[in-house]
């Protein structure tokens, strides 16, 4: 039996698709691919100090030539990273990145997300995040958490839209935990 590109690790092209924005833009959310990394270093370079401090949860100035290969170049059966890309005339634009990588235990991930400063409040983060949560839901994830500043109200309520659990974390108290379990606890043959 033959393999699909994509349950071989290929490029997954039937994630991507447009999607109209509140403010009336029209942006193609897609995975992201080896050849994006000079979206990817612009659009990280174009985030706000703050913006790149709560994603990263640390001030970051410029990313590793290892940090662009791990975002860009990745194990689509692992993880995944769609980018939200705004078609313009001299050229295309990223505007967000939503990303989640499966733990050691193959059950669970971790997502982290940002959207470009400009583009809050359009829906671009629910948009990307709603994705990744079904993809992972998916591909049979499950357990998806993430983990931001107690003080980012916004992220929290994001995640609270779409259904993750926020919870103080309990070994640090500036940071919040958010977690959404995907599946559905199989009941054992005996259980109705």
């Known amino acids: 039996m033959e393999s699909s590109p994509q349950a071989a690790g290929g490029y997954p092209a039937s994630l991507s698709q447009p999607v109209v924005l509140a403010n009336g833009v029209v942006v193609m959310i897609r995975p992201i691919r080896a050849e994006d ?6 659009f990280l370079e174009g985030l706000s100090g703050e913006s790149r401090y709560q994603r990263f949860l640390y001030e970051l100035d ?7 290969t791990e975002f860009t170049q990745i194990d689509y059966l692992r993880e995944m990273a769609l980018i939200a890309v705004l078609e313009l005339p001299h050229g295309p634009r990223q505007v967000g990145v939503a990303r989640y990588s499966v733990a050691p235990d193959g059950h669970s991930c971790d997502f982290a997300i940002v959207v470009g400063d400009a583009w809050r409040g359009t829906g671009l983060a629910q948009e990307l995040l709603g994705r990744l ?10 357990i998806i958490e993430g983990v931001s500043f107690a003080e980012n109200r916004r992220m ?8 993750f659990e926020t919870l103080p974390d309990p ?6 935990r958010m977690r959404m379990a995907l599946q559905a606890e199989r009941l054992d043959a005996g259980q109705c």
């Not at 410029?62 to 662009?68: G, Q, Y």
């Not at 070994?171 to 919040?176: I, M």
């Open 156 to 163: 929290q309520g994001l995640a609270r839209a779409l259904g």
């Open 171 to 176: 070994e640090d108290r500036d940071l919040v």
């Open 37 to 42: 990394a000079p979206l990817e270093v612009e």
């Open 133 to 142: 949560v079904r993809i992972a839901r998916e591909r049979g994830v499950r």
């Open 62 to 68: 410029e990313l590793t030539d290892e940090m662009l």
